[in-house]
Nanobody
């Protein structure tokens, strides 16, 4: 069975940093593009960052460019999201997802989703 398990969420002050991890199992990890999405209360789920199968291409929402970095370790079947200079508007549940097309930027293209991890940024 495919499982994606996020970890690393928590409470941080504005301007601080946080690192998220997503451990995958039950799939050929290197065959999937991986993405991070987030959903704030009362809002639609939105794309945050994506990375291609081999890690050669990365994609970011304009709102996080220059602050967040996505990376992956295929040997460990894990994708990471390093978040720096956090802002209150970054507060959301963060989800990782797997895309067999290798273009991990669309919610509709994702086959599998984790349960999410909560990130709260205080002012």
């Amino acid at each position: 069975q495919v499982q994606l398990v996020e970890s690393g969420g928590g409470l941080v002050q504005a301007g601080g940093s946080l690192s998220l991890s997503c451990a995958a199992s039950g799939l050929t990890f290197s065959a999937y593009g991986m993405g991070w999405f987030r959903q704030a209360p009362g809002k639609e789920r939105e794309f945050v960052a994506g990375i291609s199968r081999g890690g050669g291409s990365t994609y970011y929402a304009n709102s996080v460019k220059g602050r967040f970095t996505i990376s992956r370790d295929n040997a460990k079947a894990t994708v990471f999201l390093q978040m720096n200079n956090l802002k209150p508007e970054d507060t959301a549940v963060y989800y990782c997802a797997a895309d067999p097309s290798g273009l991990p930027t669309r919610s509709a293209g994702m086959n599998y989703w984790g349960k999410g991890t909560l990130v709260t940024v205080s002012s």
